[in-house]
Every structure is written in structure tokens, then in C-alpha cells.
């Protein structure tokens, strides 16, 4: 293969084991949307709800539908906003829906709809969802009506800020929320904690279930979690090895200069496998334990490392590199990083290697 994503899919079952105890035992809704961050939608939710994972949440319709098509017969909430025509295809299909404007109500009313909604709450995010004051006259009508709820929830947009400033405003949007407690025993679920919330903020937990994101692969924001195990591992090959004679330009744009006596590597991934264009010259590979920086440009297909004096004579072609991994992550020095943006940019041509207890078992993309 020219370049791999490893997935551990036992440390994956670790990690969600240890929010289970950070949650005091509530229900985990597994967020997979985006392809499961990049892992890997289908055989993601395939392995969690064989392992007590009942519910999931996608961004959209056609998400959805992937997950119905492949057999997945456990509840998946749509996170996104639908329109009519996807309103009936959730109907149709036993998905629940976001719920987050009057319009939706009244044609799910009009049309006698018996798909399961979830009301959505803006305690501060400021994206979708009906202002908590307005939000009990919604849940009323609701119920009044015969309108199927399922949930009540809500989303933290600062719960990972690592700051008072931050603190205090999540504290604020979990307080606005807990006004819909006395719902709890009318709809199934409430729910509020994202990864943030549930690493950082599980001893003011609002609600019966939470909903683990990015926390399922050891990560908070940017950051490793310590007591969470490692998943995922983007790696590739050596294709080329040289050391050049002169100084010399590296990539497009003339930007690095490589100097006289210096080796360099050519890797077989590029900014279409999903090694942001931005981490030219600003972050590092690790090959043989020892981290070897991006110079130059990053090609579409390829990009150039350079080769400590250390490990010079311990590679060849073919040699495996480690391109993305948490601690990678964690240390790149770049503007507006974000792990998300990261991870769900790894290209599809970058083959997935489902791994368990260190063995691979399935290799798809």
C-alpha cells in the first residue's frame, strides 16, 4: 500500500469504556459523522454496537442512509437540518431527525409524520436550534400534538476552551439546558455533553446520554487525553532517498534551500491523502523514532523530510513513515489548527487498516 490510516479498534472500545465511567454509566450516542472523522463510518459503528454502543449520530440524509444500507440496525439521529422531501425518506427509513424550526413541525403535523425528532436547543452556539425561552413552547406543542420526540438537546461550542472565560460560558449554556430536566420522563433522551463536556465538565452532567466525538480517539481539541488510548495512525513509504551535492532548492516555489551534504527522503502522501498544505515547512514526520521536518512545498501526491544524520543509514525505499498521529497533531505549529479539519481530510485514497489486538482484520477504503 502507498499510504494507510491504522485504526485500533480495541483501544477505540477502551476509550469508550473509560467515558462510560466519566458519565457515571449513561447511554454513549457515537458521533460518526464525516465518515466517522475519517475512520471509517461503517465498520465503526458495525464494531461499537457490538460492544454496547445502541445509538449514532450523522450530519445528513445521505450519511444516514449509508449506514441503513449497510445494515445497521441501531438508532441514528440526522444532526443536520432536513427539508420536506428528506423529512419523509427519514420517515420512511425509521431515522431521527433534528428538529430546529417551526416549519418542520408544522409539515411533520400536516402530513401525520411518525418519524422520531430531536429538539434541538441554542443555548449559545449560535447555529440551529430554537432560543431555550421559546423551546418549552415548542416541547408542548409537541406533545400536544402527538409528535414523536425522542430527545431534547443542546451543544456546547466552548467546552474545550481551556479557560475561566470559556469555563464559565459552558457552565452557563449546561445551566440554560437544565430547565428541560423536567422533561426527562416524557421524551427518551437528553443530551448536551459533547467530547468536552464529558472530559471536562461529567460532574455537572445534564442529561442520560452523551455524545462522544473526537474523544473516542484519545483526543480533546488539539490535545491527547492521558488516561485514553491511542487509535489512529496515518503512515506511508520511502519512495525516494538522496543526498545532495550542492546546495539545492526542495519543491515547488523555491521556498526551502537543502544545503550541501544534507539528505532528504521523498514520501509516498501529499495535501490529497490529507497532509494539509499548510504544514509545509512547519510540522514533521517520525521515521525510525526520530522526527524528520517537512521542507518545502507539499505536493498534491508527495512531500520532502528531512533526514537526520542518525537515521541515515537505518532507511531505505519502502521504509515506513508515521505522517499523522496524535502527538503529531499535538505539536504542529500552525494557525487555526484543528484536529477535526485534520483528521476528516485524510483522502479516500488512503487505505483504512482495521487493526485489533495489533492484528490487521479488514483493509477498505
Known sequence: MRAWLEIEMDNLIFNI???????NNREIMAVVKANSYGFGAKETVRYLSEHGVKAFAVACLDEAMDLKEAGIENEILILGILFPEEIEVANENNIQITVGNWKQLEYIKKNTLKVGIHIKIDTGMGRLGFLPEEGERVIDYCLENAINIMGIYSHLSDADGFNKESDDYTETQIKKFQIFEKYKDR??????????GILRFNEKISGNIVRAGICMYGMIANYRVEDLKRVFCVKTKILSIRTVEDDSFISYGRKYVLHKGETFATIGMGYADGIK??????????????????????????????????????????????????DIIEEINIEHKCSWDILTGIGRRVYRVYKENGKPYLVTR
Not at 469504556?17 to 458519565?23: A, C, G, Q
Not at 421524551?187 to 468536552?196: A, C, D, M, Q
Open 277 to 326: 498544505k499548510e504544514f509545509s515547512n512547519k510540522s514533521y514526520v517520525i521515521i525510525e523514532e526520530e522526527k524528520c521536518p517537512i521542507i518545502g512545498e507539499i505536493c498534491m501526491d508527495m512531500c520532502m523530510v528531512k533526514i537526520p544524520e542518525s537515521i541515515k543509514n537505518k532507511i531505505s525505499l519502502g521504509t515506513e513513515v508515521i505522517v499523522v498521529r496524535d
Open 17 to 23: 469504556n473509560k467515558i462510560r465511567e466519566k458519565v
Open 187 to 196: 421524551v427518551k433522551y437528553l443530551h448536551i455533553l459533547n467530547s468536552g
